[in-house]
């Protein structure tokens, strides 16, 4: 078990997770996506000295969210956020940035890469009202809520906004050109701040399917720069509900581009027991297709950030005292509460355990995931220090106001004689940061390894871990100066899938872990 104080304690499981999910590695097989690991061979001229002319596997973690939002989502900008992309990449990168309130903020160590998610629907919404767009301000939607926000009702504004959003209609429907122009800003600034090798400005943005109010959402995230990403428009809410849906709109991404994208789940403990359902989303019961379709396009989960702690659940881990970590048990933003059946179709050790079983049955596994954290932060400021809490959304940045505590998360729908399934900000967690053991910090290579599930979770901390699982490891392979080496050469790194197990022998595992330069010892 390695934990650094409770805020870390989930990383054990992350890694034992790891240790099951799939990468079309083997051992003794080379390394996949980076040829053949490195061998002492020499070439036939003449020996050279360095013996590191062949490394092509990854020597450094890197650090980044994958999951930030800036005022282009209309639940952050609507409700005070001001800061666009440009501050939240300035701010990532290690600058000073002033906050929305006007607090000046900045953070103890820069990202190395950054994913600004913004919410699909109605994609840059505040800002064109901020600017007075007038293909905006034509629309009767568009004067409307104008309106209200010229005249001070923001409440009003939000809520004429988020009437929409529930009931699946689109206040600006046949309006793409709209969508587009922000859509491009979006991309535009990501190859602005894109520097390879130093920092990574990946695209993306949130895909935010909630039916009923329950959360399935992912976050989308592209390999590729402007060029290709530009070739569409970011699917919304408005669009489908459907995971599948998703998956297809993304198999004719890449048909259309060839460019690569993958999807990340989050908030399945919000998902009142549909994010690792038995069904599909359409009630159809599980096949090999569907399995093996999910496995594809949501290689990895957001197990932490904000809205609660997604790994485990004290009633499904009761001999785990750090299972009740940012436990959040009530509902989802719809109306129905939490029942106990649907605890086990949310959390992702239960998934992965169920996800075994499926294999067995199906022949594929629909739960075999790798885990990162994220921040799902709404101030377009990737904070994460616990022990330094900045807020998740603009009226819980720091001030002397004491409501900013109350403000609602979930409960603005109650079942009338219910229970109470309210959460408020002061329920909000500081998580998290994504773990990504790359080649380099490009666009390219933090991919890559997210697609094959090289990465692991942190509730913020930086603490190093690093996994191989072989058939014969010693203990003396942990003490070794080329540990990572000897690791691929005679095992699978985390995310890799371990094969050919002799007769008769169990799997051996061997673990490195270092404590954050700036955080707790490791228990």
Known sequence: MININRHCSFVSAAIAAAMLVPTVVHAGEGYAGYGEMPTDDVRMSKKEYSPYLNIGYPQKVFWGDTHLHTAYSTDAGMIGNRLGPDEAYRYARGEIVTSSIGVRSRLQRPLDFLVIADHAENLGLAPMIAEKNPDLLKLDFGKEIANLVYSGKYGDAYTLWGTGMTEGKDPLKDNEALTRTMWQRLT????????????????????????????????????????????????????????????????NYEKKTGGKALAI????NLSNGLMFDDVTFTKKKLSRAYAEQRGRWEPIYEVTQMKGDGEAHPSLSPNDEFADYGTWDKG?????????????????????????????????????????????????LATTEEDNYFGKATPGEPSANPDRFDEKITGYLQKPGGPDITIRHAKTLASGLAAVWATDNTREALWDALARKEVYATTGTRMTVRVFAGWDFAMADVQRPDFAKIGYLRGVPMGGDLTSAPKGKAPTFVIRALRDVDGANLD
Do not use: C
Not at 201 to 219: K, M, V
Not at 227 to 245: F, M, V, W
Not at 265 to 268: C, E, F, L
């Open 188 to 251: 535009a600034t990501a190859e602005k701040f894109n520097e390879p090798g130093k920092f990574t400005a990946l695209i993306g943005f949130e895909w935010t399917s909630s039916p009923d109010g329950n959360n399935l959402h992912r976050n989308v995230i592209f390999r590729d720069g402007k060029d290709r990403a530009d070739q569409i428009l970011p699917i919304s809410n408005y669009d489908t509900n459907d995971p599948e849906d998703l998956w297809k709109w993304m198999a």
């Open 265 to 268: 789940p989050h908030n399945g």
């Open 332 to 380: 989802s933003f719809g109306a129905d509460p939490k029942t106990k059946d649907m605890l086990p179709r949310e959390y992702a050790r239960e998934a992965l355990k169920r996800g075994l079983k499926y294999e067995q049955k199906l022949g594929a596994n629909p739960f075999k995931f790798g885990m990162i954290g994220a921040t799902d932060s709404h101030t377009s």
